[in-house]
């Protein structure tokens, strides 16, 4: 799938990642969607797309409320006729400390944001991706997914699930629909995320590792992550639907090898007993 000319939704694009996703596949020429539930920082985000002689559309969005989600959808839908691409990307990480003596309320909020919203999301937009037979979902994974995180189990669980949420899916989709979902690690990036983890006193407390690696530079940019998503668009194969990549790999090479990781069952969530 040419970027050129697809219609794109993508959460959380108010800022950091999400924005930085948004204002790549417009300057590539998508028809982009840009949604958070901060409208001041959506018009930001779609003022710099316009700016730069993009087509991007601000819908301020809770991705936890259904109704919100579903009119998301049908916006896009008047606007640009399609939707070819939903990046699930918004999160939230309020839920920092031990298990015992995090608020429940936070710790809902991050499984909330990130799971319930990455399913509501593609709940909403499947019946016209399946009416049209083509499609891309990428879910993005989190700090958690794939190995503990502590003083974050709410962002753990969260994100695991909705990478788990990304297999299953692609599976009960199967080879009938040409409708392709991926989970996309996008590593250390430096955000207000990040940043507020780093400062916050229970994040120092809890999360030492984000403070150190940002002081040392181990953080990279979200536009790597952009170019990413740019690279899974243009290269889709069926056959590695339900996988999870790193924003760091060459996603071409993963094509070349595509059968041998489905035959092996490689980036996924497996349990192993050897």
Known sequence: ????????????????????????????????????????????????????????????????????????????LNAFGKIDVLINNAAVFHGIGGLWEVDPD????DVKTKLFGGFLCCRAVLPHMMKQNNGIIMNMAGGGYDQPNVG??????????????????????????????????????????????????????????????????????????????VKIIEHTCPALSGRIVSYEEDFEKIVERAEAIREKDLYQLRLRSE
């Open 1 to 76: 799938m040419k970027v050129d000319g697809i219609s794109a939704i993508v959460t959380g694009s108010s800022m950091g990642i999400g924005r930085a996703i948004a204002v790549e596949l417009a300057g590539r020429g998508a028809q982009v969607v840009c949604t958070a539930r901060s409208e001041a920082r959506l018009r930001d985000t779609v003022d710099a797309i316009k700016s730069e002689g993009g087509v991007a559309l601000a819908v301020p969005t809770d991705v936890t409320d259904t109704s919100q989600v579903e009119r998301m959808a049908e916006q896009t």
């Open 106 to 109: 936070a710790w809902w909020a």
């Open 152 to 229: 974050g189990t709410g962002y753990a669980s969260a994100s695991a699930g909705l990478m788990r949420l990304t297999d299953t899916l692609a599976s009960e989709l199967g080879d009938a629909n040409n409708i392709q979902v991926y989970g996309l690690w996008p590593g250390f990036v430096r955000s207000e995320m990040t940043e507020i983890l780093a400062t916050a006193e229970q994040g120092q407390r809890w999360l030492p590792h984000v403070k150190k690696g940002l002081s040392l530079g181990q953080d990279h940019a979200a536009e790597d992550v952009a170019l990413a998503v």
